[in-house]
């Protein structure tokens, strides 16, 4: 069975740009849930989807949003990028909850 | 509100020897209770889940870890530490009957020596 595709994996952007970062799910897992990583912050939660509904959202500006396909393949945008957003933004799946993550191997994103 | 402590930023084992990378977590009502490891540039891969049962939960590649509600810890354990377990480990924390957001620890650097 296919694991959890980020794509792009590596993208490089300018202050005030967007960037869309997508990302499919394990065939049959319904939830879908986006984290950032930073050294200094760690793995922060951002938002949850389940069947095309956002469940939770994280403590995070409104410039980032996301949404979730009828296929389960999840979308975040983040517009009007700071420096600040540069981070590894991990996508996760689960069959069920509370089940364990399955992560994807992330997009590395850079704000110049 | 719900938190993880990983007390440690590091861990320093020889090879072979036991390893323990310590997580304490408070919750409002039950918990349920993941490790996660992750190795350069990649994401996070599960090892071990505690939900309910059994306080002793075994996982992937050797890890166990012990459910302790009255230290609210779940401390992951391996008998005899490989160079290959060098990676980062995370703790996290669901809580039963909220919405389910879960809350990582900061992570733990394991360093196995040869």
């Known amino acids: 069975k296919a694991g959890v595709t980020q794509t792009p994996r590596y993208l490089i952007k300018t202050r005030g740009q967007q960037v869309t970062l997508s990302c499919s799910p394990i065939?049959?897992?319904?939830?879908v849930s986006w984290y950032q990583q930073t050294p200094g912050q760690g793995l922060q939660f951002l938002f949850e989807?389940?069947?095309?509904?956002?469940?939770n959202k994280g403590n995070f500006p409104g410039r980032f949003s996301g949404r979730q396909f009828s296929n389960s393949r999840s979308e975040m945008n983040v517009s009007t990028l700071e420096l600040g957003d540069s981070a590894l933004y991990l996508c996760a799946s689960s069959f069920k909850l509370p089940g364990e993550l399955f992560f994807g191997e992330g997009s590395r994103l850079t704000v110049l | 509100a719900q938190s993880v402590a990983q007390p440690e930023d590091q861990v320093n084992v020889a090879e072979g020897n036991p390893l323990t990378v310590k997580c304490t977590y408070s919750v409002s009502g039950n918990p349920y209770l993941f490790w996660y490891v992750q190795y350069p540039n990649r994401g996070l891969q599960f090892l071990l889940k505690?939900?309910?049962?059994?306080?002793l939960v075994k996982g992937s590649y050797g890890f166990e870890a012990e459910f302790n509600k009255s230290q609210t810890s779940f401390h992951l354990k391996k008998p005899s530490a490989l160079v290959s377990d060098s990676a980062l480990y995370f703790c996290a924390v669901r809580e039963s009957g909220g919405s389910y957001i879960p809350t990582f620890g900061r992570g733990t650097s394991l360093i196995v020596h040869p």
């Open positions: 505690y939900i309910t049962g059994d306080n």
């Open positions: 989807y389940f069947s095309e509904t956002q469940r």
């Open positions: 065939s049959g897992h319904r939830s």
